[in-house]
């Protein structure tokens, strides 16, 4: 199994693989003039960037407008409808009905083309709603003055390039390159560790506990105990509780049984180790033990949780 790979020395490189995050921008807006477009609530991750000139954005359910420049990058977690607009006179129209006249990957609205638009979604695997969707505010907006704007704005243009030319491999570019805009997102996302909700986000953000989150991922298997833990943070056993529990919201060793569990659930899903090499694997002593851990965690067996998400229908 991958449980310990070399990502896994990286905390959130190892998590990303784990909600098996893919971001695909494959959509483009020209627009110009007085303009508007409602978006329905995606019901999934949305990302939407700036590439040229500024609008308003509306998110429908709060009370915010967020002014929009070259360079800013906003995500939305799903829940919501908005609407983008160059200004408040023009009525909107509707975001899935004007891409699907259009005949090619970038549609045209409005007068002009003063502002430039990238767009798509994030797709995520199945322990993505729990671990990210719902850790996420309902926007993420990432201003052009930030740390890793200037990297950002390069990763743009050259996505809208290979949006627009239709170069061979064009596909395959903009998809390797919209993978970096949304870990650059959530690199600065996580940089304002302060301003985030208790939760493995912010634990990985925190400096304090990233060492014993890089021991716990590295080598999940073995029997952590809190003083070792404690040790690798140079922190007491009693301070490094009270921070990690303030930080991820649950204490050091019930994250390292939900890390271990979610390990379980995606080799389950994906690979034909034995349930007793993937005990072992996790730090279980006999099958049973694992067994026994895994029902209390998830609410079925291993094997019927394998059977299940394979789809195959055994019991």
Known sequence: MRAGTDLSADPLSETLALIDARCVLSRGLVAGGAWAMRFSPPGRLKITAVVRGSCRLTLDGTERTVPLVAGDVVVFNGGNSFVLAGGPAARPVDASAAFAASP?????????????????????????DELLVQALPPLIHVRATADEAPVLRWLLDRILQEMTT??????????????????QVLRTYLADSQALPAGWLRALADERIAPALRLMHSDPGHPWQLGELARSAAMSRTAFATRFKAVAGVPPLTYLTDWRMRLARRALREEDTPLSALARSLGYTSESAFSTAFKRAVGVAPKRYRDTARGSGRQ
């Not at 064009?170 to 870990?183: K, P, R, W, Y």
């Open 104 to 128: 090619g990957p970038v549609a045209d609205l409005g007068q002009g083309r003063d502002t430039v638009f990238v767009g798509g979604h994030i797709d995520l695997g199945p322990a993505g």
């Open 166 to 183: 239709g170069r061979a491999g064009s596909g395959f570019a903009s998809d390797q390159l919209s993978q970096l805009v949304f870990v």
